[in-house]
């Protein structure tokens, strides 16, 4: 009886133990081949289409990044340009010129009376007009600037860093400490008082702004300075406007904006449709009118004309993505 009850009780554990692989393979559910079963087409293409999907939304999420990246860099540095100037007038007394109309009189007599204030001690040498502007053309020839090339987008340059070292160099030196003359050259160890690349200059006032050498270009033979758009298309540079004491409405022609620029279009110093001016055309007072402006172009490295700041009824497709000292923005986020 007890040896009937033992062998019984051991089968099972025979069974269980002498179970062959095909049988376990049935049990876990897989067929008798133990092969396991591939994904479908249908399967193989939906992972593909929402691998697609992530793909294009991570990279649509990274190119805007990139783009408000780029946008906010081209803001601080057009508040670093604010703050330059702001250091400017309370080295020299006053904003400096923007080169707007350079062919006219009062234009003319705007650069000389400013240098004059500027650097006390210093008087542009001449009886006339005409002398003057002559004079201080060939002061600046020296250093490879054309006095009458100057204009708005070339003004940060030249003020904020100085003169040149010498034709076709885009390396700034600044100007002269000299109190007499800020163009002084100074001499080279042979008393010459020619210009030549690595001479002796003489010593020079600080620079007010510290701009990078790779974006410094000289175009039409001015330096100019271009905003960094990180290497998304060829750019326009910073643009500056000087107001008067009536805003900005002392420029002979509509400043920067009399002539379209073939790569960068045309701009010009922004109404501010908050503040009404009756009588004015449009009827609204100048943004920073007791200033200045700045303008860079935006990422798509063209000016609009659009000067209606915020409500922006005027502005065209490259407008919107504009850039002013005042913005804080793009004039697209402000409108």
């Known amino acids: 009886m007890d040896a009937r009850f033992a062998v019984t009780a051991t089968r099972p554990a025979r069974r269980s133990a002498g179970r062959r692989p095909a049988d376990r393979a049935s049990a876990w559910g897989q067929g008798s081949s133990g092969s396991r079963r591939g994904f479908t087409l249908v399967e193989m293409l939906t992972v593909i289409v929402i691998i697609g999907i992530l793909a294009s939304l991570i990279t649509g999420a990274v190119i805007a990044a990139k783009r408000k990246a780029m946008n906010a860099l081209t803001g601080i540095e057009l508040n670093q340009f604010d703050a330059a100037l702001k250091a400017y007038k309370e080295r020299h007394a006053e904003y400096?010129?923007?080169?707007?109309?350079?062919?006219?009189?009062?234009a003319r007599w705007a650069v000389i009376r400013h240098l004059e204030k500027a650097f006390p001690r210093y008087r542009v040498?001449?009886?006339?007009?005409?002398?003057?502007?002559?004079?201080?053309?060939?002061?600046?020839?020296?250093?490879g600037v054309s006095l009458n090339d100057l204009d708005p987008s070339a003004a940060l340059v030249f003020w904020l860093g100085g003169l040149p070292d010498g034709a076709g160099s885009t390396r700034l030196i600044g100007f002269s400490a000299n109190a007499r003359d800020p163009f002084d050259i100074g001499t080279d160890p042979n008393n010459n008082s020619i210009h030549d690349a690595g001479e002796e200059v003489g010593s020079r006032l600080p620079s007010l702004f510290e701009f990078k050498p790779e974006?410094?270009?000289?175009?039409?033979?001015?330096?100019?300075?271009?905003?960094?758009?990180?290497?998304?298309g060829e750019n326009a540079p910073y643009v500056y406007f000087r107001a008067g004491s009536g805003g900005y409405n002392f420029l002979p022609v509509p400043a920067f904006a009399s002539t379209a620029?073939?790569?960068?279009?045309?701009?010009?110093?922004?109404?501010?449709?908050?503040?009404?001016?009756?009588?004015?055309?449009?009827?609204?007072?100048?943004a920073n009118r007791d200033s200045f402006q700045i303008r860079a172009a935006g990422l798509d490295g063209i000016f609009g004309i659009g000067v209606l700041f915020p409500a922006g009824e005027d502005y065209t497709d490259a407008t919107y993505d504009d850039q002013t000292n005042f913005s804080g923005g793009t004039l697209e986020d402000k409108m």
């Open 125 to 143: 040498p001449g009886a006339t007009l005409n002398d003057k502007w002559t004079n201080l053309t060939t002061s600046l020839a020296k250093y």
């Open 215 to 232: 974006r410094l270009k000289l175009v039409d033979g001015m330096l100019r300075y271009f905003p960094d758009i990180g290497g998304s």
């Open 261 to 286: 620029h073939p790569e960068w279009g045309a701009t010009g110093p922004c109404r501010d449709t908050r503040v009404p001016l009756p009588g004015s055309d449009p009827p609204f007072d100048w």
């Open 96 to 106: 400096p010129p923007d080169f707007s109309g350079l062919n006219s009189d009062r």
